[in-house]
């Protein structure tokens, strides 16, 4: 049955027509999107079961997603481990212990920058090639080439890049968290007085397993994130080249919002435990 078109409504009742009908609009339009991301997730499970596709495309996306990451985390982890030695130095007050500094640049790089700022900036670098990748393949019809020749696309194309992803990105984390905490106790030492023995002191003060643990919970958590979301959004592309550039810019925001929203559960539900 057609909906009565909103203008032949008394003008007195148009705005709120229009208004509840944008938002059934609306609702309807994102549990479609929930269920068609459900379905997307169960053809990636059924696609672990064919190995012989993605085994050897699985260690090339490695290579991209990973060691090519290398310099890129390097940088941002060396520039953020040296502010947060300098400010934390210039922000203490007289009569407290300069051992704070290594304290509090290692809390701050393990448990929150070192796997966030990973997986945001991964998130511009991997995420948004992920997509347009995929996406590409979609508007020139090689996706339908890879089925033509029964090869399942997902298993080809997704699986690959989501064992990658969640692999990788904690070890980029872990190179991370040690380059920023380096660092840190570099500058701390060359441009502060803070002796190394004061900053080595804060960064055993307080020190449990569970803070490592932590870290590379998120960072897993990110890696999955980042690859289930862009390579979602590659793979429903449509209209062309601009479709690709607007699945790109989507998949970029969708995932940094979902990071955000997994630090802040994880933060949540585990803080409590990351206490020596």
Do not use: H, W
């Not at 590409?136 to 298993?155: F, S």
């Not at 919970?217 to 429903?236: Q, S």
Request: charged share 15%.
């Amino acid at each position: 049955m057609t909906a009565r078109p909103t203008e032949t409504y008394p003008v007195m009742q148009r705005t709120s027509i229009r208004f509840f009908r944008r938002m059934s609009r609306n609702a309807s339009g994102f549990f479609r999107d929930v269920g068609a991301r459900a379905y997307f997730m169960r053809d990636i499970a059924r696609a672990f079961g064919d190995p012989a596709t993605y085994a050897g495309e699985t260690i090339r996306q490695m290579r991209n997603i990973g060691v090519d990451s290398v310099p890129l985390t390097v940088i941002v982890a060396a520039f953020i481990g040296g502010v947060i030695a300098l400010q934390t130095r210039y922000q203490l007050f007289a009569g407290v212990e300069l051992s704070l500094v290594g304290l509090a640049t290692r809390q701050t790089i393990v448990l929150e920058l070192g796997p966030l700022l990973t997986g945001l900036v991964l998130t511009g670098r991997v995420g948004a090639r992920m997509t347009a990748e995929i996406g590409t393949m979609r508007v020139t019809e090689q996706i339908d080439a890879l089925e033509t020749l029964a090869y399942d696309p997902i298993a080809f194309l997704v699986v690959p890049r989501l064992l990658a992803a969640t692999f990788m990105l904690p070890i980029l984390v872990v190179l991370a968290d040690a380059v920023g905490v380096g660092s840190g106790y570099a500058i701390a030492v060359m441009a502060t007085d803070i002796t190394g023995l004061d900053f080595k002191e804060g960064l055993r003060l307080a020190f449990g397993p569970f803070q490592v643990v932590y870290s590379l919970l998120k960072a897993t958590m990110f890696g999955a994130a980042i690859a289930l979301v862009c390579a979602y959004e590659g793979y429903i592309t449509e209209a062309g080249a601009e479709g690709v550039g607007r699945s790109t810019a989507r998949a970029v925001v969708i995932t940094s919002v979902v990071i955000l929203v997994l630090d802040a559960l994880t933060a949540a539900l585990l803080a409590p435990f990351l206490q020596a």
